[in-house]
């Protein structure tokens, strides 16, 4: 199966910067989208970033212009780059993948364990 390998997570203040990297592995035959979901105690899992493997992207409102998804097909990664961060921004961040793998039929989604992302001051 797919493995999701995330990394990047961290405590950052109010207005900083973190970059998410993960790393797709596995039988894979193609990836079609990537994204990042996110989940802070308490509340529902909410989409942050998607993006198709011809780079069309889509943001939630609450990060558009802060927030930007980026993968490189021939890594099978994807990245987000995270600025302006806010308290609001604190949540465990999953990495996800729409995949195809070998000696199977048709694609399911794969996620990775999740890395915790907070801010505070």
């Known amino acids: 199966q797919v493995q999701l390998v995330e990394s990047g997570g961290g405590l950052v203040q109010p207005g900083g910067s973190l970059r998410l990297s993960c790393a797709a592995s596995?039988?894979?035959?193609?990836?079609?989208?990537m994204g990042w979901y996110r989940q802070a105690p308490g509340k529902e899992r909410e989409l942050v970033a998607t993006?198709?493997?011809?780079?069309?992207?889509n943001y939630a409102d609450s990060v558009k212009g802060r927030f930007t998804i980026s993968r490189d097909n021939a890594k099978n990664a994807v990245y987000l780059q995270m600025n302006s961060l806010e308290p609001e921004d604190t949540a465990v961040y999953y990495c996800?993948?729409?995949?195809?793998?070998?000696?199977?039929?048709?694609?399911?989604?794969?996620w990775g364990q999740g890395t915790q992302v907070t801010v505070s001051s």
């Open positions: 996800t993948a729409n995949a195809r793998l070998r000696a199977t039929w048709g694609r399911r989604d794969y």
């Open positions: 993006i198709t493997s011809g780079g069309s992207t």
């Open positions: 596995g039988s894979i035959v193609s990836i079609n989208t």
